[in-house]
């Protein structure tokens, strides 16, 4: 009976430990996990104050300390510059001031759009969530009271896929979606690895990928720009379990569901 007591005291002093420290855990990986996405400049602006937080703390370690660094000096350069880059396209309905027009534009260097009867109106430092306001407001100098719709069009390399190239494709799109538009998964490859690419920089790894295709995350939540390449690669899907953080939440999760079946089979 000592023998059991014993057993049973060391259990729960391993939940009561875990309880503690799977927080810490789970608040250093989230802190700079692929779930917090921004697409406006609200999201963006609370984005860059929790990467700020996490480069500054000494509670994080050097490797989180630079992560969130790096991703807060990203996020400065998109709010910045825009989400807007040569050889994007964007879909233009105005209305309201004769006869409507419908056009579909390609961005050029500058960036900017010429837009008919308008002439060019600078897309620099205009966020994708800002489009529709920033054009109707330049159009509005030309054209009384106009509506304007515009939809972004991301020009994306897809490889790895059925029909592999480059693709416009709106930035609403989830990136799931999109994968299926450029041919679905090519012969040889796994649908549960895929990451993306820009330039020489991996930006979304294929553990991350994993979670924001489950929550149907689209082109526009990722931060894709023109030129981003989206790898479909070959080999074994990665372990669902997410390492050591996923296998104490799980134990700890599983320590809880026990309580709660006794609790309510109790009653």
Known sequence: ?????????????????LAFTVPVLCSAQDAIGPTRLGSDRAELTRLLAQYDA?????AYSEVLRNEGRARADSIRERMRTGDFRAGDEIALFIGGGGSPQWDTLMVEAG?????PTV?????????????????GSEIGRFIRLPRVQARALIRLAFMGVGQPGFYLMPAELPLSE????????????????IRV????????????????LA????????????????MLLE????????????LLVSTLSAAVTTVLLATILGR
């Open 215 to 230: 929550a149907g995350r689209t082109l526009n939540d990722l931060g894709l720009q023109a030129g981003d390449r989206i």
């Open 235 to 246: 080999g074994s899907a990665p372990s669902a379990g997410g390492g050591l953080t996923s």
């Open 1 to 17: 009976m000592t023998r059991m007591v014993t057993m049973v005291t060391r259990l729960v002093s391993m939940v009561t430990a």
């Open 197 to 212: 690419e820009r330039g020489q920089d991996v930006l979304w790894s294929v553990e991350e990928l994993l979670t924001l």
């Open 119 to 135: 002439g060019p109106i600078l897309l620099d430092g205009v966020l994708r969530s800002e489009l529709e306001t920033h054009l």
């Open 178 to 193: 999109a994968v299926m538009l450029a041919g679905g998964p090519g012969a040889g490859v796994d649908p549960g690895r």
């Open 111 to 115: 960036p900017l759009i010429d837009v």
């Open 54 to 58: 996490v480069a500054l703390s000494p």
